[in-house]
């Protein structure tokens, strides 16, 4: 299984910050809480996880993804399509 995305590199803190950020923007909460960045080791679970885990292009998977999208676009169209229709 591969999540395949364009964009530019960020961690799973990045990522998170990015979403939250966006559905203020878009007052689909009220404030930004706060997000604490943590290492791999301080959020055990019984996988075994990478040690550096971010979201990151791959131009080899392009071919076989089609066109990528880069992750905020992609976001961004998430978040409108999650919004709430107005009466």
């Known amino acids: 299984l591969h999540h395949v995305g364009g964009g530019a590199v960020t961690s799973w803190h990045?990522?998170?910050?990015?979403?939250?950020?966006?559905?203020?923007?878009?007052?689909?909460?009220?404030?930004?809480?706060?997000?604490?960045?943590i290492p791999t080791s301080a959020y055990p679970t019984p996988a075994r996880r990478p040690l550096r885990s971010v979201l990151a292009p791959s131009p080899a998977l392009q071919p076989v993804a089609g066109g990528l999208v880069d992750w905020p676009r992609g976001l961004a169209r998430c978040l409108e399509r999650s919004r709430p229709e107005t009466a």
């Not at 990045?14 to 960045?37: E, Q, S, W, Y």
């Open 14 to 37: 990045g990522f998170a910050t990015r979403i939250l950020a966006d559905a203020v923007a878009r007052g689909m909460l009220a404030r930004m809480p706060d997000v604490a960045a």
